[in-house]
């Protein structure tokens, strides 16, 4: 597609459920970024893939949290027994590796409500 | 990734110049300084980027100091739209960007 597109916009849900957040990248794009941003704050950094590299997982605040990115395509980010600090929005970015730091390009990102 | 240091907010008149600090004493001699805004409701955009040269391109032009301690990203013709919170991040880019807070820009009319 011509841009990064993440589903849903926004997602509602209860303390203990298990979510699910989709990214499409930009075709061709082989590095892969999710971010978070809680409401006033700067962003997050969660987890970089890039390309059939074992992903860098540093950011992922607990084990609750875990992401997964089929070769260069789609990538899901779980969220386990939801809490209200989860509340946030997730943001995902693509890039071309050899693009380094200037080419992030980003989706609208995920409203999530943990109520 | 160097540690960066912006105002948390600044105002600027429509119309003129935007000129909007960071510092980054500790640099390294690899990393870049790169610079993104984020318009409310929106994911950050990137808006330009340098090693030690002056860069400039049709959004912005970014202004090195020669010990490349400390930048300043310039919007020269400041509109209503270029309301935003701005990031200044010095890094090698190799691996994920690192966003601080940022600066809050406010355009006034």
């Known amino acids: 597609g011509a841009g990064v597109s993440q589903s849903p916009s926004n997602k509602v849900t209860e303390k203990g459920k298990d979510v699910e957040l989709r990214c499409d990248p930009i075709?061709?794009?082989?590095?892969l970024y999710w971010y978070r941003q809680r409401l006033g704050q700067g962003l997050e950094f969660l987890i970089y893939f890039q390309g059939n590299s074992a992903p860098d997982k540093s950011g992922l605040p607990s084990d609750r949290f875990s992401a997964e990115r089929t070769g260069e395509s789609v990538s899901t980010l779980t969220i386990q027994r939801t809490q209200q600090e989860d509340s946030a929005v997730y943001l995902c970015?693509?890039?071309?590796?050899?693009?380094?730091?200037?080419?992030?390009?980003f989706g609208s990102g995920t409203r999530l409500t943990v109520v | 990734d160097a540690k960066t240091t912006q105002p948390p907010s600044m105002d600027c008149a429509e119309g003129r110049a935007a000129n909007l600090p960071c510092n980054h004493s500790t640099i390294s001699g690899n990393e870049y300084v790169y610079w993104y805004r984020q318009i409310h409701s929106q994911g950050p955009q990137y808006i330009i980027h340098g090693l030690k040269n002056n860069e400039t391109n049709e959004m912005a032009s970014l202004i090195i100091t020669e010990d490349r301690k400390s930048s300043t990203l310039i919007l020269p013709h400041a509109t209503l739209r270029d309301t935003a919170v701005y990031y200044c991040?010095?890094?090698?880019?190799?691996?994920?960007?690192?966003f601080g807070s940022g600066t809050r820009l406010q355009v006034q009319p």
């Open positions: 075709s061709g794009h082989t590095a």
């Open positions: 970015a693509s890039s071309l590796v050899q693009d380094r730091g200037y080419g992030y390009t």
């Open positions: 991040i010095a890094d090698t880019g190799r691996r994920a960007l690192t």
